[in-house]
Each structure stands twice: as C-alpha cells, then as structure tokens.
C-alpha cells in the first residue's frame, strides 16, 4: 500500500492571504493530487496532523476540507487507522456530462473580499460552496475576458468554469461552435420566470411576500423604500422594484414619489444616509424596506441616532439574510436568498439531459422570510414624519 504523500511544489500550497476559505483551498489541492494519476483506490492519505503541519492550519479547517471530500466520495475515514483513498474519480457521476468539459456563467462570479462594505463575498462564497459541495471535479474561476482565451488553451478535462457575464449574446459568441454545456445563475432576473439552461432566484415574489407581511399582517399603509438610483434598479435590483410596487398594488395602496430614497450603493454609510434623507422629508412611514440588509442595518443607525426605535416606532425588512444580521440590535427580520442552492442546483442542470436544441430545462429558487424582531404591527408604531 503506498502512502499519499504532500507535494512539496509551492504552487499547489494553501495561500493564507487568499479571500478564498482554507478549507476549500485545501480540498481543491487534495482533489488535484488524488486525480493526479500517481495514487490508487486503498491508498493512505496524509494524516490530520501532517496537513495541518504542512499547510498551517486549524483542526477545524483541516477536518472540514475531509469531511467534504468524504461526502464526495473520494476518500473513506476509518477511525483508529486513517483516511484512504476511495475513488480518484469521486462518488458515480449521474449523467455522462463529467465526460466533457462543463462550463458556469454567473450572472455574479464569486467575489471573496469579506470587507463589511462588501455583501458579494457572502454571495460569492455561498454560490461557490454549492458548487464544490455538488461538482465531481476542479471547479476553475476565470475572468469573462479571458473565457474565449481559456477554453481553447486548457486541456479538455473535467472542469467546471466560473465567470462573470451578464448578457446572453456575449455568452452565445463565446460559446459559439463550441459543444459546451452551460448554466447562468441569474441572480438579478427582472420577473420570476423560468430561462433554458438558467437558475434563477425569484426576488420578485420574494419582495412582495415581505409587503404582504407588512401590510396584511402588520398593518402597515406607509411603507418606504431604500433601494438604488434609478438607473440601477433597471439592472441590479430590478427584480426587489418590482416586488415592491407588487405589494403596494395587491393592496390598493399608491406608490408615492416622498416615500422613493435611492442610495448610491450598498454600503451601510448609504443605508445611513438614505435614512436621514427619509426622515428630512418629515412625511409619515410607520415602515420601510431596504433592499439589502446592509443599507437596512445602516438605517436603523440613523434612525437610532433620531431618538426612534425599530421596531417601536419604525419597522425595518431588509433583503439577502447575510451574516451577522441576526445579531443585529434589533436582529433584521429579512428575505433569505438561496444562494448555496443556486450553485447546486446549476451543477444539476448541467448534469441533467439536453433537448435537440442543446438547450436544458431551467429552474427558478424560491426565497424565504426570516422573521426576527425588527417588524412588528403598525399598533405598536408612532409613525414617523
């Protein structure tokens, strides 16, 4: 029985300055290594204590990168004697796809900076997650400009390709006369609809959900909104628009211009901002829904720091469920979008049978609600204004 050893090449290291979490590093190394060639079903892997030596890393890290690879089915642990390899090729593929060379357009690609102005590396890092978590092979992320460039250069092997295109002509002249399947993750899509070959997440009903919430269950009738400029709404967040006005149009309610503040980005400063301006305007809202749950954290502070309190004066819904907001004072009551899922379901599609046009059935993810403390009834409310 040969012992799997750790390649000493630098380049197939674990880089502690990468956004990128350490244990997906280390399982793609690990995944690399045993789909090398060099290793056989039986053979032994590195202990935990010679990963977590050779790569500096927690316990933790160490045995949650194995547990994935366990799960995958590419190693088995046996308690007392150590982690074996099982299969180079993982647990059975369902459909044949793994033969070829597979390919994922995000509408978004993963973005792993966790500053607190940032909620994309919460977004990314659950897409990506997903799609490690589902994929049998090396998941590749790679700038849009460089796809072209990429697909005729690299070797046709199993690989699962991640980047950043918004618009489907780009994506068909890219793939044009290339046998590529493909998937886009439509994260901002402008109705909840269902696209060949796309995953989309449904932000419309998603909204409209949480303004039924607010004006059948809690009697609200002035609900505000903090969203982007308006050029962006046709773009970004179109989708959380539209469910807005949804909602006020189920219940006969007019969508007044005074109750519209559009922040310049996402930021909890924007949110800040966007609030005050709100309250400048000195017009009644007993409620308000913030389309990130940054920009909503953001305006609770300002309206904190005006002597109202949410949600005693003020009910505040936000948009994503992103981390930490649960522990937020009050914790955010929000709609969750789901991104892991999103990742898993595009490695389905993937996997899934194409029709005679090449095109695959698509799907569209549900949102959920996450109730908290930050909404209560409009009983309870002074309005402010």
Not at 177 to 192: F, L, T, W
Not at 301 to 318: N, T
Request: charged share 20%; proline share 5%.
């Amino acid at each position: 029985m040969n012992s799997f050893e750790i390649s000493k090449n630098r380049e197939d290291g674990i880089d502690h300055a990468s956004p990128i979490p350490k244990y997906l590093q280390l399982q793609q190394f690990l995944i690399r290594q045993i789909q090398s060639g060099k290793y056989q079903a039986g053979d032994k892997l590195s202990t935990d204590a010679e990963l977590k030596k050779r790569f500096n890393l927690s316990t933790s890290t160490v045995m949650r990168a194995l547990y994935e690879l366990e799960k995958a089915g590419f190693i088995t642990r046996k308690q007392g004697a150590g982690t074996f390899l099982k299969s180079a090729a993982g647990a059975p593929a369902q459909s044949s796809s793994f033969s070829r060379r597979l390919l994922l357009i995000c509408g978004a690609a993963p973005n792993f900076d966790q500053g607190h102005e940032n909620v994309n590396w919460f977004i990314g890092h659950e897409i990506y997650r997903g799609l490690v978590n589902t994929f049998n092979g090396r998941v590749r992320i790679t700038a849009s400009e460089k796809l072209a460039e990429e697909l005729v250069s690299v070797p046709p092997d199993t690989q699962l390709y991640v980047a950043a295109v918004n618009r489907r002509p780009l994506i068909q002249a890219t793939l044009a006369g290339r046998d590529v399947p493909y998937a886009i993750i439509d994260q901002q899509s402008q109705m909840p609809r269902v696209t060949a070959n796309s995953v989309s997440l449904d932000h419309v009903h998603g909204v409209y959900n949480a303004m039924a919430y607010l004006i059948e269950e809690l009697g609200h009738r002035d609900v505000a909104f903090i969203g982007p400029g308006r050029d962006e709404l046709t773009v970004q967040h179109c989708g959380r628009w539209s469910g807005y006005c949804m909602g006020l149009q189920a219940f006969d309610l007019p969508l007044r211009d005074e109750l519209l503040v559009y922040a310049e980005s996402g930021s909890l400063a924007d949110g800040y901002r966007a609030a005050q301006s709100l309250l400048a305007r000195k017009v009644k809202f007993t409620a308000v829904f913030v389309t990130t749950d940054l920009k909503a954290i953001g305006a609770i502070r300002a309206f904190s720091e005006a002597g109202l309190k949410v949600p005693e004066d003020i009910s505040v819904m936000g948009f994503d469920d992103a981390p930490g907001v649960d522990q937020s004072d009050p914790p955010l009551t929000t709609v969750r979008l789901p991104y892991f899922e999103a990742g898993v379901a595009a490695v389905k599609l993937l996997e899934s049978a194409a029709g005679p046009d090449g095109m695959r059935p698509g799907r569209l993810l549900p949102t959920r609600m996450v109730l908290r403390s930050s909404c209560a009834s409009v009983n309870s409310c002074a309005a402010a204004g």
